[in-house]
């Protein structure tokens, strides 16, 4: 029986089929499915063209149809639906200069990246593999369909993407593709910033990712990644460090960061087109990594990092004195503990600083609040109004 996830998409094949067309589950899941892991999503892959998919179904979306692709929406479920192509002539590197829409299933196949990647199952669940794709799952291997040099010439995103499944699937790269690869890296450099960013930090996340990030100095590849050029020392440092499977992709980040000399870390995040939420967490968990390092977790540091920051910085401490000593739950622990977790939670406002001083508002107000805020997390006194006001007495700041 196949799982459910390609059962319940087994009607939009049946519907294509009844019209006259052929229909297939391809890509990442068919893959999946013959390795057993988990399936994200299925990708359907079909003889009819785009106009006559969106004949066929009620609710559909033009996502990429200059691509061939139809978003159809069938029983609440959303399909991507691609109409069998080739791709041909490839000036740029990057991105084919003409997609024509076929009717040849084989011809579809052959355009796919690697051999794993380029099987297609029916509703039956009977696979036509005709690269041998099933073989090479099976010898853990990635393998270009066709010449590497020629499908990395065509696409130089496919290097990455070799290097991504490595670090997913542990697999090895096949002798004549790894070499194609690193002797064409340099192409890399004339894929766009985010694609690069997209498929680095699937890198990032993968099982295997010591292999996978090694392997993106091993073949050179490291150089077209913005900003990565002088550090293959020490990509491969943060590599082999033990505990690094254990880290999420922020954390990665973290201990990559960890060991990069920069002055404007922001800027060199920027570089990636990351988004800005990201690059100043990072930027503000690396400050607060240092201070970890000199002094320890103090109740003001924990209470600057907040939880997550301070969970991120403990694991990636850990990791890099390879320690057992240091567990985030230690840190959870005691940043429960805080007498409070933000300045919201004060038991007084500006108002009532005003109201005490018969002051006008102005900068004193923030001033006092954030000593008023030290002295409740440091326990000097307690968050209750009346204690914070005998206290500003006492010091006469009222
Ligand atoms: P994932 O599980 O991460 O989604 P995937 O293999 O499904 O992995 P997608 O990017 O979703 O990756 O692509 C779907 C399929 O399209 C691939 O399995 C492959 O057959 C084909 N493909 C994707 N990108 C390329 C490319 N750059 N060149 C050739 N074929 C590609
Ligand atoms: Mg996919």
Redesign the pocket.
């Known amino acids: 029986m196949l799982p459910t996830i390609f059962q319940q998409a087994v009607p939009v094949l049946r519907k294509l089929e009844k019209a006259g067309y052929e229909a297939y589950f391809?890509?990442?899941?068919v893959?999946?499915y013959i390795l057993g892991r988990a399936i994200?999503d299925v990708?359907i892959a079909t003889s009819a063209y785009p106009q006559e998919v969106k004949g066929i179904f009620q609710k559909t979306f033009d996502v990429g149809i200059d691509h061939g692709t139809i978003l159809v929406m069938d029983e609440g479920k959303e399909y991507e639906i691609t109409t069998f192509r080739t791709e041909s002539a490839y000036a740029d590197y990057r991105r084919p200069d003409k997609v024509e829409f076929i009717r040849s299933l084989e011809e579809d196949l052959k355009?796919?990246?690697f051999t794993m990647?380029?099987m297609a199952m029916d509703r039956d669940g009977i696979v036509k593999d005709p690269f041998n794709g099933k073989e090479d799952i099976h010898n853990r291997l990635i393998r270009t369909v066709g010449s590497p040099e020629l499908r990395f010439s065509e696409?130089a995103?496919?290097m990455m993407?070799a290097v991504r499944f490595v670090s997913q699937l542990g697999f090895g790269l096949e002798p004549s593709t790894l070499s194609a690869l690193k002797e064409h890296s340099k192409l890399l450099e004339h894929i766009a910033v985010e694609r690069k960013t997209m498929e680095f930090e699937?890198i990032l996340q993968g099982k295997w990712k010591q292999e996978g990030l090694n392997l993106l100095v091993h073949t050179n590849l490291y150089q077209e990644l913005p900003n990565l050029s002088r550090y293959s020392e020490q990509l491969k440092y943060s590599a082999n460090r033990s505990g690094l499977d254990k880290l999420n992709k922020n954390q990665t980040w973290l201990l990559l960061l960890t060991h990069f000399v920069e002055d404007d870390i922001e800027g060199f995040l920027k570089d990636w087109r990351l988004p800005t939420k990201m690059i100043r967490a990072r930027s503000k968990e690396l400050e607060i990594l240092k201070e970890r390092e000199v002094s320890g977790w103090t109740k003001t540091l924990l209470y600057r990092a907040g939880l997550e920051a301070a969970v991120n910085v403990e694991k990636v401490y850990g990791c890099l004195k390879e320690s057992s000593d240091f567990s985030e739950e230690k840190v959870m622990e005691q940043y429960h503990k805080l007498a409070i977790s933000s300045r919201h939670e004060l038991d007084v406002t500006g108002t009532d600083l005003m109201t005490w001083t018969d002051k006008k508002g102005g900068p004193w107000i923030k001033e006092l609040l954030s000593d008023i805020e030290s002295a409740i997390i440091n326990e000097t006194i307690t968050n209750e109004k009346e204690v914070i006001r005998r206290w500003l007495k006492t010091c006469n700041r009222l």
């Open positions: 391809v890509g990442g899941s893959r999946d994200n990708d355009r796919r990246d990647n380029s696409d995103l496919r993407r699937k």
